[in-house]
């Protein structure tokens, strides 16, 4: 079955708009596990928009105790800034289960294309390095279609983390064939070659089944904007439930 990772920040927005702790991180992330998630995503950035490197380390204990994957993305190049540590420092604190390395800048609302890794791989490397020494999974975001998935496996990684942004919008347009072929077409070349395959972006429980149903053995699904959104009118429990059971199909 494909595991369920519920990414929080949209939690932590709503809580930044107010200041205070008001809605909890914490306790959203302990319901969704309570309600089934395998796994909690959080994508700290430097500018701290949403989860902030203090929600990190505070999940850190709490995922090891309800014993489920913790996954820690970002951008391994953006330095230290302020209270922002750097990703690596975050990483290493916190001693999570995986860490998902996107190539995002501060001038993104959202990740929204994959690493390229024919120009990357060197900046790259010493990352990877430092990652397998912590005993660490590490995930790449990349593009569906993607010709550097050799290269992936020559430098070390375990998982990539299919960028399903185009398949959640050619979805919505009517039509999206072409974005799932050549999901597919990754999957099982990232297969050959002994890597994992996670997906993540823009998924939600519309298009969720019609993905896993035709991009075979996905490992993890990382969600938060369309779950965090569907659960605003269901219910976090419910909403969590339901996703699992398409996982489940």
Known sequence: MTALSVNVNKIAVLRNSRGGDEP?????AQTAIGAGAQGITVHPRPDQ???TPEDVLALAPLCRRLNVE???????????????PGLME????????QATLVPDSDGQLTSDHGFDLRKDAERLRPYIRQLNDLGVRISVFMDAGSPDLALAKQLGIARIELYTGPFAEQFAQGDASPALALCRQSALQAQELGIGVNAGHDLSQDNLGLFLASVPNVLEVSIGHALIGEALYDGLDATVKRYLAICRA
């Open 70 to 84: 913790y996954n820690i993305e970002g951008n391994p190049f953006a330095p230290a800034r302020g209270s922002y």
């Open 90 to 97: 975050l990483i290493r604190q916190a001693q999570p289960t």
């Open 49 to 51: 928009r949403h989860i």
């Open 24 to 28: 909890s991180v914490l306790k959203a």
